[in-house]
């Protein structure tokens, strides 16, 4: 028995709670849906989450990261679904695939990117201002793979703002 295996469901009245104030899908085990945001790609890691937010601005990921804390719950967050993500029985999962968002300042040669982005699409974004980003040969992974570095690096240095936490800059 772990720690996880401890925590009490998360009831129907406090899963609707968190989606009155997400913009995105909160789902229960059972709940239509919930299975496919919790898929990832290695099977051999299987999700059993209380809770999948279907996160679709920097606002659903604060208020699920609050919800979980209230709770005493540990937080996952997944992008695409290629990354590691540990197997916290009973924790909120947090799924990013819907954070779409790009900007590009081509004076800077700068990008801003959500975190639910994947590189082709800020290759494609970049191409229609003439700029080209450096990939290797997946173009098809989430851009943010290393944002646990980010937030780890904020992290230490005492920042709280969780809103930078849901995008990186990229720089050409």
């Known amino acids: 028995m772990t720690f996880d295996d401890l925590l009490p469901r998360v009831s129907p009245a406090e899963a609707a709670e968190l989606a009155s104030l997400a913009g995105g899908p909160v789902l229960l085990p ?5 299975d496919a945001e919790c898929r990832i790609y ?3 890691v299987p999700l059993e989450r209380a809770l999948a937010v279907g996160a679709a601005n920097a606002a659903d990921v604060q208020a699920a990261i609050r919800f979980a804390a209230r709770q005493g719950r540990p937080v996952s967050v997944k992008t695409t679904g290629h ?3 540990h197997p916290a029985r009973g924790g909120v999962l947090i799924s990013t695939r819907r ?18 982005v ?6 494609d974004k970049a191409a229609e201002v003439g ?3 450096m990939s290797g040969s997946a173009r098809w992974w989430a851009s943010l793979a290393t944002s646990s570095e ?3 690096a904020r ?6 703002d969780t809103r930078r936490t849901t995008s990186a800059h990229w720089r050409w």
Do not use: C, F, H
């Open 131 to 133: 700029l080209a980003p």
């Open 99 to 116: 954070m779409k968002g790009i900007t590009v300042d081509v004076g800077r040669r700068r990008a801003r990117v959500e975190a639910g």
């Open 30 to 34: 059972g709940d239509e849906g919930y």
């Open 155 to 160: 992290s230490s240095a005492g920042t709280r």
């Open 83 to 85: 990354q590691q993500v």
């Open 150 to 152: 980010v937030d780890s």
């Open 118 to 123: 994947i590189w082709q699409e800020v290759i």
């Open 42 to 44: 290695n099977l051999n």
